[in-house]
């Protein structure tokens, strides 16, 4: 196994052993579900904001491995970050899984998270890598209906 493949056994695992910032948020400003109809998965994403930046970002839910890790990465590199700066890392990291750029290269800026060019591979498993990600973005939108990878 190549360099990334191995270190994107090793981050998952322990993400999804040991996911950060996996509760409730109380005093959340925004909150949204997200649904994955392939399989089932749901995760609820919380958002505190402190005028345009997010001052926390925690997640709940039950998903697969590669889901749950996904959301646990996100909520370490989206706490601190204002809104455009959490708009341009979904769109970089929604590159950095569809795309056929080299992975170092499109995943830029996005640190460990660049692990995640593996599922490129695999379609279903891009809806498992994404979810969270979609389902903040209807967070942030402030929409109400539930964010679904479809
Ligand atoms: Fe359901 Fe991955 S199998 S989100």
Redesign the pocket.
């Known amino acids: 196994m190549n360099e990334l493949g191995d270190l994107y056994q090793q981050v998952i695992l322990d993400h999804n052993r040991q996911p950060r910032n996996f509760r409730r948020l109380e005093g959340a400003v925004r909150r949204a579900d997200g649904h ?1 109809p392939l ?1 089932g ?1 749901r995760v609820t994403i919380y958002v505190d904001l402190d005028g345009d930046r997010l001052r926390d970002i925690t997640f709940e839910g039950s ?2 491995a ?2 749950k890790a996904s959301a646990s990465m996100m909520t370490e590199i989206l706490k601190g970050k204002t809104r455009a700066e959490a708009e341009e890392l979904f769109r970089i990291f929604h590159r950095l899984v569809t795309a056929d750029a080299p992975a170092q290269a499109a995943g830029d800026g996005l640190g460990k998270l660049v692990v995640f060019s593996g599922v490129r591979e695999f379609p279903v498993r891009v ?2 890598a994404t ?1 969270a990600w979609h389902t903040m973005r209807s967070a942030l939108q402030g929409k109400s209906a539930t964010a679904s990878t479809e």
Do not use: E, T
Request: glycine share 10%.
């Open positions: 994955n399989c998965d998903g697969c590669i889901s809806k498992c979810l």
